[in-house]
């Protein structure tokens, strides 16, 4: 897949994460974790429109289980022929993103550090060159710093170039919520 395919794709999640998807929070349309999973897929899906998907034959699945891959949502670029290849994940020539999400409610951390290590395990263990992985995080919690990463200095080994953080939550003295990213 070429740079400027897969630079329109991190530019459109991205676009998508500070825009559409903090409007989305801001105008009460996201309940929970499968909600946020819907609204960035429908988001992103008219960002890249029907005719940039279909020239580079690229799909959006949610839910995508394969070969050790179980992600909220990625962007898989199939073969020039999927039909002939028995079940549509056969099909399936390369994963050009990941994104796995989090909505919690002021819960503890568990659950957002167990999507990093599943990140980092994707990158350790899977094969997808080309591959840009995701952290979309809603975490409703109020924090007293004004840019909170998820990532420590040691996951800058394994995540630089591969990671960004698209990040969603409060801080101290501000009743609007903060949703940044963060690229490593």
Same mark, same amino acid.
């Given at each position: 897949?070429?740079?400027?395919?897969?630079?329109?794709?991190?530019?459109?999640?991205?676009?998508?994460?500070?825009?559409?998807?903090?409007?989305?929070?801001?105008?009460?349309?996201?309940?929970?974790?499968?909600?946020?999973?819907?609204?960035?897929?429908? =988001? !992103? #899906? $008219?960002?890249?429109? &029907?005719?940039?998907?279909? /020239?580079?034959?690229?799909?959006? +699945?949610?839910?995508?289980?394969?070969?050790?891959?179980?992600?909220?949502?990625?962007?898989?670029?199939?073969?020039?022929?999927?039909?002939?290849?028995? =079940? !549509? #994940? $056969?099909?399936?020539? &390369?994963?050009?993103?990941? /994104?796995?999400?989090?909505?919690? +409610?002021?819960?503890?951390?568990?659950?957002?550090?167990?999507?990093?290590?599943?990140?980092?395990?994707?990158?350790?263990?899977?094969?997808?060159?080309?591959? !840009?992985?995701?952290?979309?995080?809603?975490?409703?919690?109020?924090?007293?710093?004004?840019?909170?990463?998820?990532?420590?200095?040691?996951?800058?080994?394994?995540?630089?170039?591969?990671?960004?953080?698209?990040?969603?939550?409060?801080?101290?003295?501000?009743?609007?919520?903060?949703?940044?990213?963060?690229?490593?």
């Amino acid at each position: 897949m070429n740079a400027d395919t897969i630079k329109t794709i991190d530019n459109a999640i991205k676009e998508i994460w500070c825009n559409n998807i903090k409007s989305d929070y801001e105008n009460f349309s996201l309940l929970k974790e499968d909600t946020l999973k819907n609204s960035f897929y429908f =988001h !992103l #899906r $008219n960002k890249l429109t &029907d005719r940039f998907l279909e /020239v580079n034959r690229l799909k959006i +699945y949610t839910e995508y289980y394969h070969d050790g891959l179980r992600a909220d949502l990625v962007i898989a670029q199939l073969c020039e022929e999927p039909g002939l290849n028995g =079940h !549509l #994940r $056969n099909a399936v020539v &390369d994963i050009l993103a990941v /994104v796995e999400m989090k909505y919690k +409610y002021d819960t503890n951390d568990d659950p957002f550090k167990k999507d990093i290590v599943k990140v980092q395990n994707y990158i350790k263990n899977l094969n997808y060159k080309n591959c !840009l992985y995701y952290l979309a995080f809603i975490h409703e919690v109020v924090n007293s710093v004004k840019e909170y990463s998820w990532l420590t200095q040691r996951d800058l080994k394994w995540a630089a170039g591969k990671v960004t953080e698209l990040n969603g939550y409060f801080i101290e003295g501000n009743d609007e919520p903060v949703f940044q990213i963060i690229s490593y």
